[in-house]
């Protein structure tokens, strides 16, 4: 029983890690359909959002059954109902993706305002955060967790810099209003996808250390943005 | 045992409902703070997240001593599950509402564009959403359900016809683009909710029919965006 309950929590475990990657490279690939001008890669993002979709289907599934015919220990049973909410928030980073990509076909019909300096390292950023989350997760590792809130930091000021920048050269051109919204926008999105990241680290300092810091935490980053 | 498990399971539905009440009296503030010129609405509301934020905590821990405790039956784990994915939504949507409000008040520091028209209908039609969404799946009520999918159609089309309206006003008054794009934003947090109060209804169908039709809603209602 004990056997199978641990084949099947690895299966879990690696269906997960598949949609990580799998959400991932959405995002990449939608970041790229802008970044290189190249709309054929944004249809890849379109098309490939309904495996995301099924991936969280399955995983669901698979998590109610192991629940259900194995009656894990409040440990594990924790562990499962994380899996459950992470595959809901790559299914979110799928999302966004495909926001991103929609907009990345929109800029790419004109010809762009400005080379993209922070909005790369953005996208760099956030993905990153993604690969960490899911590896902290996995190896229940606090530590690492913890660095992801600290990157989270360094997404905000990102995005505010591009909001900035991008007003800036709206009220210079004011022609440009549509494709600079569809910037920020594409700001925000990757500003969600470094957010999801932060939640899922939340969640696996939460589950390593079995006391409820999410929101305490988020609170105590609130009032101390300064830091040494 | 059964009526002990009942009990508990009564207590998480009032659990819920009061936080449901909590997200949506939260977004009501933060868009009357907007509409109403008045910035202490949106006080209460940054104070007031705390709390929407501690019932997720405590939901969180109650739903899991149930399953723990009780073991449940398929469809009971199945709705527990749900309760636990709900409270992360109605979360979310307490964080709506603070970027509501934050943007509110930076809105209210300068004289505003235009009277809001297509704004208020989105916040009552979003709100209301959130409302039905809850009371559909406290009912299990799939119809109702599925009148939610319906009202996202007319918050999308709103949201096109702020931003439309809003990049038109820029293109007009340049100076006045960072209260235009703050509106934007307000306009797509409003979105951000309708479409998590659409997430729970899209769970509800499921939970009533027991098969996955949340991404297959998802894809015909994108495929078809001309109804009769």
Chains 1, 2 share one sequence.
Do not use: W
Not at 12 to 35: P, V, W
Not at 81 to 91: C, G, H, R
Not at 101 to 109: D, G, H, P, R, W
Request: proline share 3%.
């Amino acid at each position: 029983m004990k056997r199978h309950f641990d084949d099947e929590l690895k299966q879990l475990k690696d269906k997960l890690f598949r949609m990580g990657l799998l959400a991932e490279e959405a995002i990449m690939k939608a970041t790229q359909a802008l970044f290189e001008r190249d709309s054929k890669k944004a249809d890849v993002v379109l098309k490939g959002d309904q495996e995301i979709n099924l991936c969280e289907i399955e995983i669901d599934e698979l998590g109610h059954e192991l629940i259900a015919l194995y009656q894990p220990a409040a440990v594990d049973l924790r562990f499962i109902t994380m899996v459950l909410k992470i595959t809901n928030d790559l299914e979110r980073m799928g999302d966004q993706a495909v926001n991103i990509a929609e907009k990345a076909v929109q800029i790419n019909q004109e010809p762009s305002m400005k080379p993209y300096i922070d909005l790369p390292k953005m996208a760099d950023t956030a993905r990153g955060m993604v690969r960490e989350a899911l590896d902290a997760f996995m190896q229940r590792d606090a530590d690492k967790a913890k660095q992801i809130l600290e990157k989270d930091d360094v997404i905000d000021s990102l995005n505010d810099r591009v909001y900035d920048e991008v007003q800036k050269q709206i009220q210079e051109k004011p022609d440009l209003v549509r494709q600079g919204v569809a910037l920020i926008m594409i700001s925000h999105n990757l500003e969600r996808v470094a957010d999801l990241a932060t939640n899922i680290a939340e969640d696996v300092i939460y589950l390593t250390r079995g006391i409820d810091v999410r929101h305490h935490i988020r609170e105590r980053r609130e009032d101390t943005p300064a830091r040494s």
